[in-house]
């Protein structure tokens, strides 16, 4: 080969493999497995006719893969059908995998029955369910003090089938507060990836009470009025890394949280350690959101290659009196918001209180929140930052910002009030309180 080329291509190569060193990814958080026990959900009698419910097999085959153990654990293979089931538990040292076309479907709610639905004790940080008190229902898939799980396959589908759930609570007909499609408590060594997430009934994906979690190439779907459809909902939970997925829902797509008020601060759990990188989506509520239950306390979060069109709120960090707890060292950086109410929202005074035991003077702290590198088009509101009186919002950090958008040249693009921080290349210009200050040490492009 002549001699010029050869070092063309070599220097090519090298740019290639440096580049995809420079990628990183949530891989190493939790260890890989071999599952060299597979065995099928139609060995259990499954089958995929979208008519029979399959609640037996799914119950078989998760007993045998808890009371005959494998080395290396076993994957469950569901085959392409779509294969109705009641709620079920999974179980440590398992895969769930879903072949390409394989559908696991809600089957209570087809009857638009739910009276049958188990229900859970609350969680202990949030003292009654989310949004009825006393219990709440069992979520459709639950791991419950397990580890080593992993949900995963081809892309197959698990279907919550969440309107008979939205209706009921667009009526207020809801007796109790409604499931989620995945929930994951007091369990490690998580994987869920590859598969389509669709029509949940509440939050679709909730870790709580978890450690090393991973969530990547996942689609989470649920129509834009569907209440309360969280996407991916970190709750008391550390180590948890989300990447490369897409969400279109109808809340918040990623909710950082840690319980609320008197519960949540006696509970004392913090999420912590969490990442979130390469997430693209829609929704009318916040793409990257913190809170507002955050009793726990959350901190050490990174968010970055965040794409949002069509948005309620680009980001919004949300908290309230009588939460208490805090968040603290969030860097949130790299975000394009393409149509959007709210740029981004730091706030004290957001949601509601389990019950009117909470002492309102358990004040929140949030302080070291950076955001840098965001810009954004066709926004009406670039930002608004209020902390609250009494417990100022510190170190807040706004850096290379650029949100255009309709807003009108007399109305204030931000609005601000007891905040501290610092911005700098932010336009429109920010609040006075946000005062531009080159040497501000925590706060600079490079930080
Ligand atoms: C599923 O797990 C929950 C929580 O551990 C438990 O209360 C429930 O009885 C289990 N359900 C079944 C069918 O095993
Ligand atoms: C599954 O979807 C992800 C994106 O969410 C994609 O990267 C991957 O190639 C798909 N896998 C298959 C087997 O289709």
């Known amino acids: ?90 179980t440590s040292h398992m895969t769930l995998y879903l072949a390409s076309g394989a559908v696991i479907k809600a089957s209570q709610v087809v009857s638009k029955d739910v009276s049958y639905w188990p229900l859970a004790d609350p969680l202990p940080s949030y003292g009654r369910g989310r949004e009825r008190e006393g ?30 759930w939205w209706d009921m609570w667009r009526q207020r007909t809801l007796p109790h507060t409604r499931p989620h499609l995945v929930e994951f408590m007091h369990s490690s060594d998580i994987i869920i990836s590859n598969v389509i997430f669709k029509n949940s009934p509440f939050w679709n994906i909730h870790p709580v009470y978890c450690s090393n979690v991973v969530v990547r190439y996942v ?60 997430v693209t989506g829609s929704t009318p509520f916040a793409g990257i959101a913190i809170g507002s239950e955050m009793s726990g306390g959350v901190q050490n979060v990174l968010a970055e290659h965040i794409n949002l069109f069509n948005m309620g709120v680009g980001i919004h960090i949300k908290t309230n009196v009588g939460r208490g707890g805090y968040i603290r060292n969030v860097t949130i950086s790299n975000v394009y918001i393409e149509k959007a109410r709210k740029g981004i929202k730091i706030a004290g005074n957001v949601g509601d209180h389990p019950d009117d035991k909470f002492n309102p003077n358990t004040l929140p702290v949030v302080q070291d929140i950076t955001m840098k590198s965001i810009w954004g088009e066709k926004i009406l509101q670039p930002g608004l930052v209020k902390g609250i009186k009494n417990a100022p919002f510190t170190n807040i950090c706004l850096s290379d910002i650029n949100l255009h958008g309709s807003y009108s040249a007399k109305t204030t693009p931000w609005q601000c009030s007891d905040v501290k921080g610092s911005a700098l290349k932010v336009s429109p210009w920010p609040c006075s309180e946000l005062i531009s200050s080159q040497d501000a040490g925590f706060c600079s492009i490079q930080a």
């Open 135 to 164: 219990g709440r229902y069992m979520s459709f898939i639950l791991g419950d003090g397990v580890r080593d799980v992993i949900i995963s396959g081809e892309n197959g589908t698990i279907d919550g089938q969440g309107d008979v």
């Open 1 to 90: 080969m002549h001699k010029f080329t050869t070092i063309i291509l070599l220097l090519f190569i090298s740019a290639l493999s440096s580049g995809a060193q420079d990628e990183v990814t949530c891989s190493g958080i939790v260890p890989l497995k071999n599952r060299y026990d597979k065995i099928s959900i139609t060995d259990f009698g499954a089958v995929g006719d979208g008519k029979t419910v399959n609640t037996k097999a799914f119950r078989a085959a998760i007993f045998r893969i808890k009371h005959y153990k494998r080395r290396g654990g076993t994957l469950l293979y569901v085959p392409p059908g779509v294969y109705l089931t009641d709620r079920f538990n999974l």
């Open 219 to 278: 689609t989470i779907l649920a129509p834009a009025d569907s209440p309360n459809t969280d996407g991916i909902d970190p709750d008391s939970s550390s180590n948890v890394c989300i990447e490369d997925s897409y969400i279109a829902n109808g809340d918040d797509m990623i909710a950082i949280k840690s319980g609320w008020d008197e519960y949540g601060v006696a509970y004392g759990r913090p999420s912590s350690d969490i990442t979130i990188r390469r």
